[in-house]
Every structure is written in C-alpha cells, then in structure tokens.
C-alpha cells in the first residue's frame, strides 16, 4: 500500500508528508522502505520518478525538457545526471534506442 501510494503521488512525494498519511514518524517510514525495497526513500522515490520518467520517453512525445517536472523533478540538469547514472544513456539515446524497439516491432 504504501509503495502504491508513493508511486501514485511520485511528482510530488515526501517522506513527511507520507509518513503523515500513514501514522508512522518519517524514521519508521524509512526503515520499513528500507527493509522491504533495499534503499532510503530518498533512494527508491528516485529510482520510481526515472521509471515514471523511462515510461514517458517510451510511450509519449512529451518534449524530454518537460519530463523532470512531470517527475517531480525541479533540475533537468539532476534528472539527466541520474538517468544517466541509472540506465547508463542519456535520456535522448533512451527514446531514440526505443523508438527503434518500437518501430521495429510494428513492422514485424
């Protein structure tokens, strides 16, 4: 439930703000996301906006400058420095590689 919820409201989440919503203190909060994902909040709340972000290069036309926003991001400079620390591409390369994925299958 709380992953669901972190995932529902990823373009604005805080940890206070979903520890108030479940009647935990942020430190309770934090270790039950640590026990059960292997990362801080900070960590997984990261991991699930480049996921978010992954699914709209892939799916959408969204200019890639909109993208940290919708995220929940306020820097493209952050967002390009962790998507490329997590995916190992640019944001730009990740929509190109799966345009070609795309493309590819539809003429299949």
């Not at 960590?43 to 959408?60: D, F, G, P, S, Y």
């Not at 962790?82 to 299958?105: Q, V, W, Y």
């Amino acid at each position: 439930v709380i992953m669901r919820y972190i995932s529902d409201n990823i373009s604005n989440i805080t940890l206070e703000q979903t520890s108030q919503f479940f009647g935990y203190s942020g430190t309770h909060l934090s270790k039950l996301i640590k026990k059960y994902t292997g990362n801080s909040f900070v960590t997984h709340v990261t991991n699930q906006r480049i996921l978010k972000a992954e699914a709209l290069l892939a799916k959408t036309d969204v200019p890639i400058s909109s993208i940290p926003h919708m995220v929940g991001l306020d820097s493209n400079e952050y967002f390009f420095r962790m998507f490329r620390r997590i995916n190992g591409i640019t944001p730009l390369a990740f929509r190109k590689a799966h345009s070609k994925d795309t493309n590819s299958e539809t003429q299949q």
